[in-house]
Structure formats: C-alpha cells, structure tokens
C-alpha cells in the first residue's frame, strides 16, 4: 500500500482526494521509483481544484515533478538504487504524476539526479526553476549578456519568476521584477532585484511601440502583459516567454519584430530532449545552493497539498511548494 493523491471525475463530480492505493493500480511504464519529494506547480493547482483542463485522462495522480529512487527496473539506462528526477513529459496530466508514495514511468523520461545535487534541492528547484533556467539559456542563445543592459522578469513572485530573478542576478545581470505583491520587495531584492515594479505598469493594453525600456525580458505571464514587453524591450532585444498566467493571448502586432529586430523565444520545459534537459538541471543546480533555495521554497506534507492548490490560486504561497512524500 502507498499514499497517493487522486483525481477523479465521475457522476458525483470532480474531486481530490488523498487515499491508499496497491501496488497493481499503477499504470504501465518500465521503471518503479519510490517518490521522495514532489512540488506544487501552477498547472499541479489546476489539476487539483480542477480550475484548468490539465487532466487528460482519469482516474489521474498529479504531480507534474518529482525525485526519488528506483525501486524496480526493465530499463536498461536504470536499476534499483538510482536516484532520478522527472519533470515534464505530461505526467500529471496523460500519464499519473509524482504527488504520491510511488510511480511507475518510463525510462526514457527520466533523468539522473544532477552530481552534487540533494533530491530536496531538486525539487525546491523543480519544473519552475528549470523552466527559468531554460528561458536565461534562450537569452544568452540571442546574445543577451549582462553588458546588454536591465533584464525585466515578470510575475516575478511566483515560481518560475523568483527563480529567473535568482538566476539572472547570479549571472551578473541587471534585473527589475515586476510583480502584483508589491510588499514583496524586500524578498525579492533579497533575490537580486535592483528595482521593482508594480505589474499594474505593464499589464494593461498598450501601444503597439512604446519607450525602450529593457534590454531583455522573462515573461511568465502572457497576455497583455507579454505584448507591453515586446513593445518596450530595445532595438534588438530578446523576450523570453514561458508563462500565460494573465492569458493564452497575445493582443500585439508586427511593428516590435520587424522595426526593432526584436526576438520572441518560446520557452518549453515539457518535451526538451534528454541532452539539453540534463544540461539545464547540472547548470542550475550549480548556481542555485541550499541557502538561497530555503528562501525560496517551503516544505509541506503530502497531505497538505489539496489545501495548498487554493492557497497557490488565492497568492498565498511565496516561491516553491516542495511536498514531502514519504
């Protein structure tokens, strides 16, 4: 028997709930992996309170990320004793997820937990900080060096922002941080920010040009607020966009493009090859240590985490959730 969360969606409804499960309700997959840690996400919350389509298929265990250690392999890259990682993928979503005691998955998804690195340290990093570290690598891809000038994050207190702006920092640029919880300046400077503003300035709709204001931008967001960044980054800059927070549109036009040189990078953490994956999780791990991620990450119970889903939504939860399961 194993604890794990489970969507359900039947007559009665959709509901979460925690409860004991066996070994033969898991699904099909060549690797078994006793779960350690697992996290909170955005897309996890909707999953959860069923706020979002996220669930394919059900019944269904969120859990977008998790680590551990193998238990049972028919893989031939993994055996019993090997610590992995998984992240993406669409588990917790087409195929059950990491918010449990145990998972079965399969190999190919997964990775080996990064040298030097803790399962806790990986998780307080997670699919948010990876996605950052992701959206700092298109940036650098694009020319973007701490020379260039300030570097904007938007929704900067959530996950993926707080991480950019770590990162960022870190890497020795220059970073405003845009952000609804405007009394989280002080923690977000602590991070690395020199300035911070309200997202008020940025995420109503705008002209299609406005004042060059950012060398390059990390947008969580999405919506108007990703269309006033590409219309204020300067002359040849870079926008990095990870996150639709605000909305899936993008109400914008040509004019930055094709009269500022400007660059929109698409930046996604579910599919990236193995390669560049297990580069991206070595590097990040390198530049994020234990001191700063406990700035940045809270750890919770397992049987917590339903609960949490509504704290994430209602801007309760500053940084990461890491979820502790066994």
């Not at 990095?240 to 698409?266: K, N």
């Amino acid at each position: 028997m194993y604890t794990s969360l489970l969507i359900e969606k039947d007559d009665n409804g959709y509901r979460t709930t925690l409860c004991e499960r066996q070994e033969q309700d898991l699904t099909e997959g060549d690797v078994t992996v006793a779960v350690d840690y697992s996290s909170l996400n955005y897309k996890d919350a909707l999953a959860i309170t069923g706020k979002g389509p996220i669930v394919r298929k059900f019944p269904m265990v969120p859990g977008i990320d998790f680590t551990g250690t193998v238990t049972a392999s028919a893989h031939p890259a993994w055996k019993a004793g090997d610590s992995v990682v998984l992240t993406g993928w669409g588990v917790g979503e087409k195929h059950p997820g990491g918010l449990a005691q145990v998972a079965r998955v399969n190999g190919d998804w997964l990775v080996p937990l990064p040298a030097g690195a803790s399962g806790w340290q990986v998780m307080a990093i997670g699919t948010a900080g990876l996605t950052a570290m992701l959206c700092v690598d298109a940036l650098e891809r694009n020319g973007i060096t701490p020379q260039s000038g300030t570097v904007l994050v938007t929704g900067a207190s959530g996950g993926v922002g707080s991480f950019a702006v770590a990162l960022l920092s870190r890497l020795g640029y220059d970073v405003t941080a845009s952000t609804g919880r405007t009394a989280e300046q002080p923690w977000l400077t602590t991070l690395g920010a020199t300035a911070v503003i309200d997202r008020n300035e940025i995420s109503q709709p705008g002209k299609p040009l406005q004042k060059e204001r950012w060398a390059a931008v990390i947008d969580t967001v999405g919506s108007h607020t990703l269309a006033n960044a590409c219309a204020s980054v300067n002359y040849g800059g870079v926008v990095a966009a990870c996150g639709m927070a605000q909305g899936m549109d993008f109400p914008s036009t040509v004019a930055p493009f094709i009269l500022r040189g400007v660059t929109l990078a698409g930046v996604d953490s579910v599919m990236i090859p193995l390669a560049q994956r297990q580069q991206a999780w070595q590097r990040v791990t390198d530049l994020l240590d234990t001191p700063l991620l406990a700035s940045l990450a809270t750890t919770y119970p397992l049987a917590d985490t339903i609960a949490l889903a509504d704290k994430l939504f209602a801007g309760e939860i500053r940084g990461r959730a890491v979820i502790r399961c066994r």
